[in-house]
């Protein structure tokens, strides 16, 4: 196990409706990413938290929003659900460092998000 | 763009060794990284690579050319546990902060 957690593992929603979910980064690491993987896919990156700011986006629209605590945990909130937004939600923790080692991402269970 | 290449599926026999290649072209590059993902699990980090040629780690090792923009994974002694799919993931660094892009996934079966 990584020591990364999600909560909930698993939710189902309706169209229109908000979801908030939530990460515990691995103890150490004050960086989060948030990632969707759609079923057969590999993850796409969504965003990222460092400092409680957010410090690099991908490809998804504004509805698409986060927090980070400075306990260095997450939320990852999506407004306005689309039947497109069931995916797997992917959190991972890392360290920002100047290291020369790998500084891997250490991903969470994730949640299973269900939109109907 | 981004884009990143790897098999969809593979098939293979338990005890033999398998290669899962990855081609890449993206924006930019700061380091190589193989991830197994069980069904319905998170992925875990299995190798990386920033510089050219091959780094070993017990039953796996891992390739580089970043000239041809060519990495593989080699799995050797397979067993039954290694069924998974096996993500390709490219780190990149646009304007100071690194993420991960990921091919879609190798699905592979190991067979008795």
């Known amino acids: 196990e990584t020591g990364v957690t999600q909560s909930p593992t698993h939710l189902i929603k309706t169209r229109g409706q908000q979801v908030t979910l939530r990460c515990s980064s691995q103890?150490?690491?004050?960086?989060v990413s948030w990632y969707q993987q759609a079923l057969g896919q590999g993850p796409q990156f969504i965003f990222q938290?460092?400092?409680?700011?957010?410090?690099g986006r991908g490809n998804f629209p504004p509805r698409f929003s986060g927090l980070q605590f400075p306990n260095y945990s997450s939320e990852l909130n999506v407004n306005a659900l689309e039947l497109d937004d069931s995916a797997l939600y992917l959190c991972?923790?890392?360290?920002?460092?100047?290291?020369?080692?790998?500084?891997?991402?250490?991903f969470g269970p994730g949640t299973r998000l269900t939109v109907l | 763009g981004q884009n990143i290449d790897q098999p969809t599926e593979m098939t293979a026999t338990e005890g033999a060794i398998v290669q899962i290649n990855c081609t890449y072209q993206?924006?930019?590059?700061?380091?190589l990284f193989w991830y197994q993902q069980h069904a319905g699990e998170a992925p875990t980090f299995l190798s990386y690579?920033?510089?050219?040629g091959l780094e070993e780690k017990g039953r796996f090792s891992s390739f580089l050319s970043r000239s041809k923009g060519y990495s593989y994974l080699l799995l050797k002694e397979l067993q039954m546990k290694d069924s998974a799919s096996y993500l390709c993931?490219?780190?990149?660094?646009?304007?100071?902060?690194?993420?991960?892009?990921f091919g879609a996934g190798t699905r592979l079966a190991v067979h008795p």
């Open positions: 991972a923790s890392s360290s920002m460092s100047r290291d020369r080692g790998p500084n891997e991402q250490f």
């Open positions: 103890s150490g690491h004050n960086t």
């Open positions: 938290y460092y400092r409680e700011e957010e410090n």
């Open positions: 993206t924006s930019g590059f700061n380091g």
């Open positions: 690579n920033v510089l050219d």
């Open positions: 993931a490219v780190r990149d660094n646009p304007g100071g902060y690194n993420k991960l892009i």
